[in-house]
Protein backbone atom coordinates (compact mmCIF):
# COMPACT_ATOMS: atom_id res chain seq x y z
CA UNK A 1 0.00 0.00 0.00
CA UNK A 2 1.29 3.31 -0.91
CA UNK A 3 1.82 6.35 1.86
CA UNK A 4 -1.07 8.56 2.66
CA UNK A 5 -1.59 11.24 0.48
CA UNK A 6 -1.26 14.67 1.34
CA UNK A 7 -5.61 15.21 1.95
CA UNK A 8 -6.71 19.02 2.50
CA UNK A 9 -8.67 19.32 5.33
CA UNK A 10 -12.34 19.99 4.95
CA UNK A 11 -12.70 23.55 5.55
CA UNK A 12 -15.58 23.10 7.62
CA UNK A 13 -16.55 23.02 11.44
CA UNK A 14 -17.42 19.56 11.51
CA UNK A 15 -14.86 17.52 13.15
CA UNK A 16 -13.29 14.62 10.68
CA UNK A 17 -11.31 11.54 11.36
CA UNK A 18 -7.94 10.97 9.30
CA UNK A 19 -8.94 9.47 5.67
CA UNK A 20 -8.67 6.13 5.16
CA UNK A 21 -7.89 4.40 2.05
CA UNK A 22 -10.89 2.21 0.69
CA UNK A 23 -10.29 0.94 -2.94
CA UNK A 24 -7.44 1.31 -5.71
CA UNK A 25 -9.77 0.47 -8.50
CA UNK A 26 -11.68 3.60 -8.31
CA UNK A 27 -14.65 1.93 -6.90
CA UNK A 28 -15.83 2.04 -2.83
CA UNK A 29 -15.86 -1.55 -0.95
CA UNK A 30 -18.85 -2.65 0.57
CA UNK A 31 -17.81 -2.90 4.33
CA UNK A 32 -19.92 -5.76 5.73
CA UNK A 33 -19.27 -5.86 8.83
CA UNK A 34 -20.29 -2.20 9.56
CA UNK A 35 -23.09 -2.25 6.73
CA UNK A 36 -22.16 1.53 5.77
CA UNK A 37 -23.89 1.71 2.77
CA UNK A 38 -27.74 1.50 4.45
CA UNK A 39 -28.69 3.39 7.91
CA UNK A 40 -29.00 1.72 10.87
CA UNK A 41 -32.06 0.30 11.59
CA UNK A 42 -31.37 -0.11 15.57
CA UNK A 43 -30.32 2.11 17.11
CA UNK A 44 -29.81 0.06 20.48
CA UNK A 45 -27.54 -2.61 18.10
CA UNK A 46 -25.82 0.03 15.89
CA UNK A 47 -22.39 0.46 16.44
CA UNK A 48 -21.32 5.01 17.16
CA UNK A 49 -19.69 5.24 13.76
CA UNK A 50 -22.66 3.96 11.69
CA UNK A 51 -24.87 6.19 13.13
CA UNK A 52 -22.19 9.28 12.95
CA UNK A 53 -22.02 7.97 8.48
CA UNK A 54 -25.52 7.63 8.62
CA UNK A 55 -26.28 11.29 9.87
CA UNK A 56 -23.18 12.94 8.47
CA UNK A 57 -22.23 11.28 5.09
CA UNK A 58 -18.25 10.20 4.96
CA UNK A 59 -16.65 12.91 2.55
CA UNK A 60 -14.82 10.78 -0.75
CA UNK A 61 -11.46 11.56 -2.45
CA UNK A 62 -10.24 10.41 -5.72
CA UNK A 63 -6.70 10.50 -5.96
CA UNK A 64 -4.00 9.80 -8.44
CA UNK A 65 -3.47 6.07 -9.47
CA UNK A 66 -7.42 5.16 -8.67
CA UNK A 67 -7.08 5.26 -4.76
CA UNK A 68 -10.00 5.85 -3.44
CA UNK A 69 -10.07 7.60 0.02
CA UNK A 70 -12.69 8.07 2.46
CA UNK A 71 -13.15 10.42 5.39
CA UNK A 72 -15.59 9.93 7.82
CA UNK A 73 -16.73 12.25 10.95
CA UNK A 74 -14.62 11.83 14.11
CA UNK A 75 -16.06 9.18 16.38
CA UNK A 76 -13.99 10.62 19.56
CA UNK A 77 -16.11 12.69 22.24
CA UNK A 78 -15.89 16.18 22.82
CA UNK A 79 -14.22 18.20 26.22
CA UNK A 80 -15.33 21.62 26.94
CA UNK A 81 -12.40 23.01 25.67
CA UNK A 82 -13.75 21.51 22.10
CA UNK A 83 -16.99 23.25 22.50
CA UNK A 84 -15.28 26.82 23.26
CA UNK A 85 -13.10 25.89 20.33
CA UNK A 86 -16.31 25.36 18.26
CA UNK A 87 -17.41 28.83 19.34
CA UNK A 88 -14.03 30.40 18.03
CA UNK A 89 -14.04 29.11 15.24
CA UNK A 90 -17.39 29.70 14.00
CA UNK A 91 -16.74 33.56 15.32
CA UNK A 92 -13.72 34.04 13.34
CA UNK A 93 -14.96 32.15 10.11
CA UNK A 94 -17.55 34.92 10.05
CA UNK A 95 -15.36 37.48 10.30
CA UNK A 96 -12.72 36.11 8.01
CA UNK A 97 -15.73 35.31 5.06
CA UNK A 98 -17.41 39.00 5.66
CA UNK A 99 -20.33 37.48 6.56
CA UNK A 100 -23.30 39.61 7.29
CA UNK A 101 -24.77 40.18 10.86
CA UNK A 102 -28.65 40.09 9.34
CA UNK A 103 -30.54 40.15 6.84
CA UNK A 104 -30.38 36.74 4.37
CA UNK A 105 -26.92 36.00 3.83
CA UNK A 106 -25.61 32.61 2.77
CA UNK A 107 -22.02 32.73 4.34
CA UNK A 108 -23.50 32.56 7.69
CA UNK A 109 -26.43 30.23 6.96
CA UNK A 110 -23.79 28.06 6.11
CA UNK A 111 -21.17 28.20 8.80
CA UNK A 112 -24.09 27.71 11.50
CA UNK A 113 -25.36 24.97 9.40
CA UNK A 114 -21.64 23.18 10.17
CA UNK A 115 -21.85 24.29 13.40
CA UNK A 116 -25.14 22.90 14.01
CA UNK A 117 -23.64 19.99 12.18
CA UNK A 118 -20.76 19.49 14.77
CA UNK A 119 -23.47 19.82 17.96
CA UNK A 120 -25.01 16.89 16.67
CA UNK A 121 -22.12 15.08 16.24
CA UNK A 122 -20.61 15.91 19.92
CA UNK A 123 -24.49 14.94 21.43
CA UNK A 124 -24.82 11.54 19.00
CA UNK A 125 -21.38 10.16 20.51
CA UNK A 126 -22.66 10.39 23.89
CA UNK A 127 -26.20 9.68 23.44
CA UNK A 128 -27.32 8.21 19.89
CA UNK A 129 -30.92 8.70 20.27
CA UNK A 130 -30.69 12.28 21.30
CA UNK A 131 -28.57 12.81 18.15
CA UNK A 132 -31.27 11.47 16.01
CA UNK A 133 -33.60 13.49 17.29
CA UNK A 134 -31.91 16.40 16.82
CA UNK A 135 -31.35 15.31 13.04
CA UNK A 136 -35.16 15.31 12.87
CA UNK A 137 -35.11 18.95 14.18
CA UNK A 138 -32.37 20.11 12.09
CA UNK A 139 -34.25 18.48 9.25
CA UNK A 140 -37.10 20.31 9.29
CA UNK A 141 -35.87 23.48 10.41
CA UNK A 142 -34.13 23.60 6.88
CA UNK A 143 -37.39 22.52 5.15
CA UNK A 144 -38.74 24.94 6.70
CA UNK A 145 -36.34 27.85 5.45
CA UNK A 146 -36.11 26.44 1.89
CA UNK A 147 -40.07 26.96 1.89
CA UNK A 148 -39.90 30.44 3.13
CA UNK A 149 -36.35 31.12 0.41
CA UNK A 150 -39.31 29.58 -2.08
CA UNK A 151 -41.85 31.77 -1.30
CA UNK A 152 -39.69 34.72 -1.01
CA UNK A 153 -37.99 33.89 -4.27
CA UNK A 154 -41.35 33.82 -6.02
CA UNK A 155 -42.19 36.92 -4.57
CA UNK A 156 -39.42 38.65 -5.85
CA UNK A 157 -40.35 36.96 -9.52
CA UNK A 158 -44.09 37.64 -9.01
CA UNK A 159 -42.80 41.07 -8.17
CA UNK A 160 -40.81 41.75 -10.78
CA UNK A 161 -43.31 40.39 -13.30
CA UNK A 162 -46.00 43.10 -12.14
CA UNK A 163 -42.95 46.36 -12.14
CA UNK A 164 -42.43 45.01 -15.91
CA UNK A 165 -46.15 44.53 -16.68
CA UNK A 166 -46.14 47.98 -14.84
CA UNK A 167 -43.41 49.58 -16.54
CA UNK A 168 -45.06 47.75 -19.87
CA UNK A 169 -48.17 49.93 -19.29
CA UNK A 170 -46.95 52.80 -18.77
CA UNK A 171 -45.20 52.94 -22.09
CA UNK A 172 -48.14 51.73 -23.53
CA UNK A 173 -50.49 54.93 -21.76
CA UNK A 174 -47.55 56.92 -22.96
CA UNK A 175 -47.79 55.64 -26.04
CA UNK A 176 -51.41 56.14 -26.41
CA UNK A 177 -51.37 59.50 -24.99
CA UNK A 178 -49.08 61.16 -27.12
CA UNK A 179 -51.21 59.33 -30.31
CA UNK A 180 -54.27 61.19 -28.16
CA UNK A 181 -52.58 64.49 -28.36
CA UNK A 182 -51.59 64.17 -31.54
CA UNK A 183 -55.37 63.32 -32.41
CA UNK A 184 -56.24 66.35 -30.30
CA UNK A 185 -54.17 68.31 -32.12
CA UNK A 186 -55.48 67.56 -35.67
CA UNK A 187 -58.91 67.38 -34.21
CA UNK A 188 -58.52 71.59 -33.27
CA UNK A 189 -57.07 71.92 -36.17
CA UNK A 190 -60.18 70.75 -37.95
CA UNK A 191 -62.32 72.43 -35.25
CA UNK A 192 -60.16 76.15 -36.09
CA UNK A 193 -60.60 75.36 -39.84
CA UNK A 194 -64.70 74.55 -39.74
CA UNK A 195 -65.18 77.29 -37.09
CA UNK A 196 -63.46 80.01 -39.53
CA UNK A 197 -66.68 78.86 -41.87
CA UNK A 198 -68.80 79.09 -39.20
CA UNK A 199 -71.25 81.67 -37.31
CA UNK A 200 -73.99 81.76 -34.89
CA UNK A 201 -77.21 84.45 -35.20
CA UNK A 202 -78.95 84.78 -31.92
CA UNK A 203 -82.10 86.53 -31.80
CA UNK A 204 -84.53 87.91 -29.68
CA UNK A 205 -87.66 89.91 -31.34
CA UNK A 206 -88.72 91.24 -35.12
CA UNK A 207 -85.28 92.37 -36.23
CA UNK A 208 -83.64 90.07 -38.70
CA UNK A 209 -80.39 88.76 -40.52
CA UNK A 210 -79.95 88.03 -43.52
CA UNK A 211 -76.91 86.70 -46.33
CA UNK A 212 -76.63 87.18 -50.14
CA UNK A 213 -74.78 84.24 -51.22
CA UNK A 214 -73.76 83.72 -54.64
CA UNK A 215 -73.95 80.45 -55.35
CA UNK A 216 -75.53 79.28 -59.47
CA UNK A 217 -77.09 82.45 -59.07
CA UNK A 218 -78.15 85.33 -56.29
CA UNK A 219 -80.02 83.54 -53.23
CA UNK A 220 -81.09 84.58 -49.82
CA UNK A 221 -80.19 82.66 -46.77
CA UNK A 222 -81.98 83.58 -43.60
CA UNK A 223 -80.01 83.74 -40.37
CA UNK A 224 -82.73 84.50 -38.11
CA UNK A 225 -86.44 84.10 -37.58
CA UNK A 226 -89.42 86.75 -36.66
CA UNK A 227 -90.56 85.51 -33.35
CA UNK A 228 -94.17 86.75 -34.07
CA UNK A 229 -96.70 85.91 -31.50
CA UNK A 230 -99.17 84.01 -33.75
CA UNK A 231 -96.05 81.25 -34.65
CA UNK A 232 -97.65 78.11 -33.59
CA UNK A 233 -94.84 77.75 -30.62
CA UNK A 234 -94.79 81.17 -29.42
CA UNK A 235 -98.25 81.84 -29.02
CA UNK A 236 -98.43 78.17 -27.07
CA UNK A 237 -96.19 78.96 -24.99
CA UNK A 238 -97.97 82.56 -24.41
CA UNK A 239 -101.56 81.05 -23.95
CA UNK A 240 -100.14 78.72 -21.06
CA UNK A 241 -99.13 81.49 -19.43
CA UNK A 242 -102.79 83.38 -19.45
CA UNK A 243 -102.06 85.73 -22.25
CA UNK A 244 -103.56 85.81 -25.27
CA UNK A 245 -102.93 86.75 -28.63
CA UNK A 246 -104.70 89.15 -31.85
CA UNK A 247 -104.54 91.96 -33.98
CA UNK A 248 -105.70 95.33 -33.51
CA UNK A 249 -109.62 95.32 -34.46
CA UNK A 250 -111.93 98.04 -35.65
CA UNK A 251 -114.94 98.91 -35.06
CA UNK A 252 -116.45 96.30 -36.75
CA UNK A 253 -114.59 93.58 -35.20
CA UNK A 254 -111.79 93.14 -38.43
CA UNK A 255 -108.58 92.81 -37.37
CA UNK A 256 -105.96 95.53 -38.27
CA UNK A 257 -101.95 95.21 -38.48
CA UNK A 258 -99.46 92.18 -36.89
CA UNK A 259 -100.95 89.46 -34.55
CA UNK A 260 -99.73 91.39 -30.95
CA UNK A 261 -99.76 89.86 -27.06
CA UNK A 262 -102.65 90.53 -24.23
CA UNK A 263 -102.92 90.16 -20.89
CA UNK A 264 -106.41 88.04 -20.93
CA UNK A 265 -108.48 90.43 -19.71
CA UNK A 266 -106.93 93.77 -20.55
CA UNK A 267 -105.68 95.32 -24.12
CA UNK A 268 -102.30 95.92 -22.72
CA UNK A 269 -99.52 95.32 -23.30
CA UNK A 270 -100.11 95.03 -27.21
CA UNK A 271 -96.29 93.74 -28.03
CA UNK A 272 -96.00 92.89 -31.35
CA UNK A 273 -93.52 90.01 -31.00
CA UNK A 274 -93.21 87.09 -28.81
CA UNK A 275 -89.21 87.52 -26.95
CA UNK A 276 -88.38 91.04 -26.11
CA UNK A 277 -85.78 92.55 -23.24
CA UNK A 278 -87.41 94.92 -20.69
CA UNK A 279 -91.15 94.25 -21.39
CA UNK A 280 -92.33 93.57 -17.38
CA UNK A 281 -95.78 93.24 -18.39
CA UNK A 282 -95.66 90.86 -21.39
CA UNK A 283 -93.21 88.83 -19.35
CA UNK A 284 -95.78 87.81 -16.62
CA UNK A 285 -97.72 86.35 -19.91
CA UNK A 286 -94.87 84.91 -21.46
CA UNK A 287 -92.89 87.29 -23.66
CA UNK A 288 -89.42 85.73 -22.76
CA UNK A 289 -85.77 86.88 -23.48
CA UNK A 290 -84.20 83.48 -24.21
CA UNK A 291 -82.84 84.00 -27.96
CA UNK A 292 -83.18 81.99 -30.60
CA UNK A 293 -79.68 80.70 -32.06
CA UNK A 294 -79.13 79.64 -35.28
CA UNK A 295 -75.73 78.20 -36.62
CA UNK A 296 -74.41 78.85 -40.37
CA UNK A 297 -72.08 77.15 -42.35
CA UNK A 298 -70.81 80.18 -44.85
CA UNK A 299 -70.68 78.96 -48.43
CA UNK A 300 -69.89 81.93 -51.05
CA UNK A 301 -71.62 84.43 -48.49
CA UNK A 302 -71.03 87.78 -50.27
CA UNK A 303 -72.49 89.83 -47.70
CA UNK A 304 -74.64 90.13 -44.35
CA UNK A 305 -77.61 92.34 -43.88
CA UNK A 306 -79.19 93.08 -40.12
CA UNK A 307 -81.84 95.43 -39.79
CA UNK A 308 -84.46 96.16 -37.40
CA UNK A 309 -88.18 95.61 -38.58
CA UNK A 310 -88.89 98.94 -39.71
CA UNK A 311 -86.47 97.51 -42.94
CA UNK A 312 -88.44 94.62 -43.57
CA UNK A 313 -91.96 95.59 -43.03
CA UNK A 314 -92.47 96.67 -46.71
CA UNK A 315 -89.60 95.75 -48.15
CA UNK A 316 -88.61 92.10 -49.61
CA UNK A 317 -85.79 89.91 -48.77
CA UNK A 318 -85.23 89.15 -52.44
CA UNK A 319 -85.43 92.93 -53.47
CA UNK A 320 -82.87 93.60 -50.92
CA UNK A 321 -80.27 91.20 -51.59
CA UNK A 322 -80.06 92.86 -55.77
CA UNK A 323 -80.16 96.31 -54.46
CA UNK A 324 -77.18 95.11 -51.89
CA UNK A 325 -75.73 93.11 -54.60
CA UNK A 326 -75.51 95.68 -56.95
CA UNK A 327 -73.22 97.86 -53.94
CA UNK A 328 -71.39 95.26 -52.92
CA UNK A 329 -69.60 95.11 -56.96
CA UNK A 330 -68.84 98.54 -56.61
CA UNK A 331 -67.81 98.03 -52.95
CA UNK A 332 -69.98 100.87 -50.93
CA UNK A 333 -71.47 99.31 -47.76
CA UNK A 334 -72.60 102.92 -46.38
CA UNK A 335 -74.37 103.37 -50.07
CA UNK A 336 -76.23 100.50 -49.67
CA UNK A 337 -77.06 101.14 -45.71
CA UNK A 338 -78.63 104.53 -47.03
CA UNK A 339 -80.83 103.23 -50.01
CA UNK A 340 -82.28 100.39 -48.00
CA UNK A 341 -83.01 103.55 -45.54
CA UNK A 342 -84.75 105.62 -48.16
CA UNK A 343 -86.56 103.01 -49.70
CA UNK A 344 -88.16 101.97 -45.74
CA UNK A 345 -88.85 105.55 -45.18
CA UNK A 346 -90.38 106.38 -48.00
CA UNK A 347 -92.49 102.97 -48.31
CA UNK A 348 -93.82 104.03 -44.46
CA UNK A 349 -94.89 107.45 -45.68
CA UNK A 350 -96.78 105.79 -48.41
CA UNK A 351 -98.12 103.20 -46.52
CA UNK A 352 -98.53 104.48 -43.27
CA UNK A 353 -99.13 107.45 -40.97
CA UNK A 354 -96.08 106.83 -38.86
CA UNK A 355 -92.63 105.52 -39.30
CA UNK A 356 -91.29 102.25 -37.33
CA UNK A 357 -87.81 102.05 -36.52
CA UNK A 358 -85.43 101.61 -38.86
CA UNK A 359 -81.64 100.68 -38.00
CA UNK A 360 -79.46 99.17 -40.54
CA UNK A 361 -76.22 97.54 -40.91
CA UNK A 362 -74.37 95.89 -43.69
CA UNK A 363 -71.41 94.03 -43.72
CA UNK A 364 -69.22 92.73 -47.14
CA UNK A 365 -67.60 89.47 -46.57
CA UNK A 366 -64.22 88.61 -47.53
Known amino acids: ?17 SATL ?9 DKKKGRDAAPQSITNAQTEDILNSILPPREYTMEKQQLWIQCVSSTPAKREDVILLQENLDKKLQQRQARETGICPIREELYAQCFD ?5 ITINCAERGLLLVRVRDEIRQTIQAYQTLYESSIAFGMRKALQAEQRKTDYNNKIKQLETECQDLSKQVEKIEKHMGWCANIG ?7 RQKDGLHVVELSHDQKPDLPKEEKRIIQNGG ?10 NPIGPARVWLLD ?86 DEVIDDITCIVAFLN
Do not use: C
Open 1 to 17: MSDKPNIPAPNSLVKYA
Open 22 to 30: VSTSGKPIK
Open 118 to 122: ELIRQ
Open 206 to 212: DSRAILG
Open 244 to 253: RVQAYSDEEG
Open 266 to 351: ENIPGLAMSRSFGDYVAAQVGVISIPEIIKHTFQNDKFLIMASDGIWEFLDNKWIVEVVYGYYLKNDAEGAVERLVKEATEAWQKE
